[in-house]
């Protein structure tokens, strides 16, 4: 099982408008993909910059190669539309993880 997180760094003003746009168009987008399930948005609480804030969105694959197909189809175009739209204003990194076990 493959864990896809996607943390998204935004300046601390924009917050609700990124908010809005994740919601609106990138989780919707993410949930069509059949593949990925149990999508989790959180924000993160290590504060880096402070004039910014961090969000991760999570997402289970079963394989990596359907994580990455959606990370570089879908929401690649998703990511690069964020970028024209808030510009130096916006950061986003991706971290495909393998699930070792569900329990400890």
């Known amino acids: 099982m493959i864990l896809l997180n ?5 300046r601390r ?18 949930q069509a993909h059949e593949a990925l399930t149990d999508p989790s948005l959180a924000r993160v609480l290590t504060e880096i910059d402070p004039s910014a ?15 990455m197909a959606w990370h570089d ?16 204003n916006f950061l986003t990194f991706t971290t495909p993880l393998e699930r070792l076990s569900h329990t400890l």
């Open 6 to 10: 996607t943390t998204f760094v935004i």
């Open 73 to 88: 189809g879908p929401a690649a175009a998703l990511r690069e539309e964020a970028s024209r739209r808030w510009g130096e």
């Open 53 to 67: 804030l961090s969000f991760a969105l999570g997402v289970t694959a079963p394989t990596l190669d359907e994580a």
């Open 13 to 30: 003003d924009l917050e609700d408008e990124f908010l809005k746009w994740i919601r609106a168009e990138y989780i919707p987008s993410l």
